[in-house]
């Protein structure tokens, strides 16, 4: 007789077979973005997203100790922490509506399950501000429809139930490119729905039996797809410290974690170590510090809840430093390791910090010099999670931390995390862009309260232009233009500013469509692959053009994209 019911462990096995069919059909949703540029990365962001919580999710399964509450926190919590861009941001907040509905019940059946997608899709439209149709968001609308028509006629058949789910997903994510016009221009469907259904299609196949791999470790996933990440990008990347051993751990929490508990954790944890880095969540506290004596940070631990995911590595001081010196890097102890946490959570206390999420050697430090206290390692190129930022903040001691995503799929990520933050005031600028967040932090004013300072930064950064050059991945066609595998693209603020097959060409042809009247200044910065002399050459090449201006030209480092220009 086939089964009528979901128990924790099945949900907890499709939960696990589903992440693997999203993490394997990765590539496959990178290269649905609109513009082929060479950094898609919905499915990336969406597979980590995930996994996140996956691997909590693992830890239960093979105890074989799963019950519907602690597979509800490890879902929950797990996957809004370790979310990453807009889609993966919306899909923990799918996993955080759903497991609200269930954590109470022992058993899922259709009815069940039927109110489940309901909140979860509810909540994550509370989630985005704008909601836009032919996204994630309209495919599983369009599962959770399905869902509320056939629970009550779908009887005992619970197969048949997941299989009409996994089907209204697919049929909605065909229909997406007729909702959005860039998404039938270019050819393609939405590629986070396109995410959801695979994870979907991955869950109906655990309950069919599929096998599981439950090595869901961060080395693994960081290494499925067969590249490494850039090695700035790396999280493993650290200078030497003084403390032997780098201890990780997540304390479930017997009593509500408050404000108080957390500062007093805090304050233990710096006298006993360095990089201290403590997230509490509504179910979870999870904890990160380099120290000599892990065994007694576990034991203070436990005195708040019992502990899960414990991690403790020897660090090999002199090893480190070896490899560190080995990979040539020469950006200096700040530079070169931004993301982490390099400010103490007790050092001086001021009234406001700044946290900025940036790539490149050139602008990390030009952050760092106008007065920023942590740069997050990320961009369009590599998306920080929810927990990156939440950690950064909770290493500043001031009273208000301002947070610059500076790229539009940062700003979902960064709010969720200032969400989060319950001991200081944690103001979100939605910089879509690092020019953007320059001029943020440049008209930041120290005698100005924190509401007028929020309000002075957001009117300023939308008179900031920005335009970013790099290369098509793919034949395509965005706005009527033919673009060619190779080519050079101009991308602006709102879509495609200019094509061709002259990198110089296309920076300057992008810069005179973003001009207006009242430009009066006109920041270069050059990426890594770019020589100085070109970069030069085509500075001279504006000044020319626009002598009214002032053209400064600096050093960005940023891999992918040849040139970041702003203009205001």
């Not at 070896?322 to 001021?350: I, L, P, V």
């Amino acid at each position: 007789m086939a089964e009528q019911t979901l128990d924790p462990r099945m949900i907890a096995k499709m939960f696990l077979t589903g992440a693997r069919h999203l993490e394997a059909d990765r590539d496959h949703i990178n290269e649905l973005n609109v513009f082929p540029v060479p950094d898609g990365d919905t499915g990336t962001n969406m597979m980590l997203t995930v996994m996140s919580a996956a691997r909590e999710v693992a830890a239960l399964y093979m105890a074989n100790d799963v019950d519907m509450k602690s597979l509800c926190k490890s879902i929950s919590g797990g996957s809004l922490r370790g979310a990453r861009g807009n889609s993966g941001v919306i899909l923990s907040q799918l996993f955080r509506g759903f497991t609200k509905s269930v954590r109470d019940k022992e058993e899922l059946n259709t009815r069940d399950l039927s109110e489940a997608f309901d909140k979860a899709v509810e909540t994550a439209y509370k989630a985005v501000m704008k909601p836009k149709e032919g996204t994630i968001l309209t495919v599983s609308r369009g599962v959770s429809e399905k869902a509320s028509e056939i629970a009550s006629s779908s009887g005992d058949d619970l197969r048949g139930f997941m299989e009409e789910l996994v089907k209204a997903a697919s049929d909605t994510l065909e229909k997406t490119p007729d909702m959005l016009p860039v998404l039938k221009q270019a050819g393609v469907v939405d590629s986070g729905g396109c995410g959801l259904l695979r994870f979907l299609e991955g869950a109906l196949a655990g309950y069919d039996g599929e096998e599981i791999d439950l090595d869901f470790s961060e080395k693994t996933e960081e290494h499925a797809s067969g590249e490494e990440r850039p090695a700035e990008q790396k999280k493993e990347s650290r200078l030497p410290h003084s403390f032997l051993y780098c201890t990780e751990f997540i304390i479930h929490q017997k009593d509500p974690f408050t404000i108080n508990a957390e500062k007093d954790l805090r304050k233990y944890l710096s006298s006993m170590g360095e990089s201290i880095a403590l997230v509490a969540d509504d179910d979870v506290v999870k904890v990160h510090l380099y120290t000599n004596d892990p065994g007694l940070v576990l034991q203070r631990g436990l005195k708040y809840g019992p502990l899960t995911n414990v991690a403790i590595s020897n660090m090999d001081m002199e090893e480190v430093k070896k490899s560190f010196m080995e990979k040539g890097e020469d950006e200096g102890s700040e530079g070169s390791f931004s993301q982490g946490f390099e400010q103490s959570e007790f050092g001086e206390h001021k009234d406001a910090g700044f946290i900025s999420v940036s790539i490149g050697s050139g602008l990390k430090e030009l952050f760092k010099s106008i007065g920023c206290d942590a740069v997050i390692d990320g961009g369009q190129t590599m998306n920080p999670s929810t927990d990156d930022i939440l950690s950064a903040a909770q290493n500043i001691n001031a009273d208000t931390v301002y947070i610059f995503p500076n790229n539009k799929n940062i700003i979902l990520a960064a709010n969720q995390a200032a969400s989060m933050i319950k001991d200081r005031n944690a103001v979100v600028i939605p910089t879509r862009t690092v020019a953007q967040g320059i001029t943020a932090m440049l008209n930041y004013m120290p005698d100005s309260s924190a509401e007028d300072n929020t309000q002075a930064m957001i009117e300023v950064i939308a008179s900031v232009r920005t335009g970013q050059v790099t290369y098509a991945v793919r034949d395509t066609v965005i706005d009527d233009r033919e673009i060619k595998q190779g080519d050079y693209m101009g991308i602006g603020d709102h879509g495609l500013l200019s094509v061709g097959s002259s990198l110089e060409d296309t920076a300057f042809d992008m810069t005179v469509r973003m001009m207006d009247k009242g430009i009066e200044l006109i920041s270069i910065y050059y990426g890594e692959d770019v020589k100085e002399e070109d970069a030069k050459s085509l500075a001279q090449r504006i000044e020319k053009k626009y002598p009214t201006c002032d053209v400064e030209l600096q050093y960005g480092g940023q891999p992918v994209y040849y040139y970041v220009i702003s203009a205001e």
